[in-house]
């Protein structure tokens, strides 16, 4: 007969330490950080009607034809009810900064805004009507671009239409499940420090009550960053810290899995 005997080891539980222990105390002092930390991350508050009126304003004042600079690919789309040649047209401003027009050919029209264009269009006109009207409108803004960040589907460029708006922004995006859409952070970015805006959203409220006036009108440029929940944060980063072992237990879950799966492919051969 054989006797196997096992050496008995002490086992220290954490659940059967006292409550007082320093490992219990270093540790709810390790939660308690991570919490405060990630709630003083995430948290926000609702911007006021000065806020808001602010980034409304600067849109009015973006958007007019007086500022609107045209870029490739923008597409721009002309009127003249006495240039048939042109009326109607809706040409895309090539790489060279150029569109091609019946009757006028070549016009570079990158880094003119629509009413020099239109008054550029009317001045080659001059040579074939008497006193031409042109109208011209940016028809898509392809040139212009705002973007999205963090807890999104799709991050990155969008493009900038001028009516965007940021729940629409969202939508494109789509919002992931740890989303904190309480605390949405629209970044007006501007080379000029004390022109830099940020505001606060609560998109979640805008969609449950209707609060509309919240909506902001986006500008090109905007950077619209969605943060994570507290428990979110607090799970990409652990996330961060566990990823370095990812590639360990891979290679140790990797063999073992294909030795199984031999093994019992094996076993059905026999």
């Not at 508050?45 to 034809?65: K, L, M, T």
């Not at 040649?85 to 895309?92: K, L, M, R």
């Not at 150029?98 to 003119?112: D, N, S």
């Amino acid at each position: 007969m054989m006797v196997v005997t096992t050496e008995s080891q002490q086992v220290t539980r954490f659940d059967d330490e006292p409550r007082s222990s320093p490992r219990r105390r270093n540790l709810a002092v390790v939660l308690l950080a991570i919490c405060v930390t990630g709630a003083g991350a995430m948290t926000g508050c609702a911007p006021s009607e000065h806020e808001i009126s602010a980034f409304i304003h600067d849109w009015e004042a973006s958007v007019s034809a007086s500022d609107y600079r045209v870029q490739p690919p923008d597409a721009l789309e002309i009127s003249s009810a006495q240039a048939p040649e042109i009326d109607g047209e809706v040409q895309t401003v090539r790489q060279d900064g150029k569109i091609t027009l019946r009757l006028l050919g070549e016009v570079k029209v990158a880094g003119l805004t629509p009413v020099e264009v239109s008054r550029k269009l009317q001045s080659l006109l001059n040579q074939y009507y008497l006193e031409p009207q042109v109208s011209v409108r940016v028809n898509s803004a392809g040139s212009k671009r705002f973007y999205v960040f963090g807890q999104v589907a799709q991050q990155g460029a969008f493009h900038y239409t001028g009516r965007d708006t940021l729940l629409g922004a969202l939508a494109q995006a789509q919002p992931t499940f740890i989303a904190a859409k309480e605390i949405i952070k629209v970044i007006r970015p501007n080379h000029e420090g004390d022109k830099r805006h940020v505001i606060t959203v609560d998109a979640r409220r805008i969609l449950e009550e209707g609060k509309l006036d919240q909506n902001v009108m986006l500008q090109e440029g905007d950077i619209v960053y969605v943060p994570p929940t507290v428990l979110g944060w607090i799970g990409l980063r652990i996330n961060e810290v566990l990823f370095p072992l990812y590639p360990v237990q891979q290679a140790i879950v990797t063999p073992a899995s294909t030795a199984l799966a031999v093994d019992y492919y094996s076993g059905n051969d026999d």
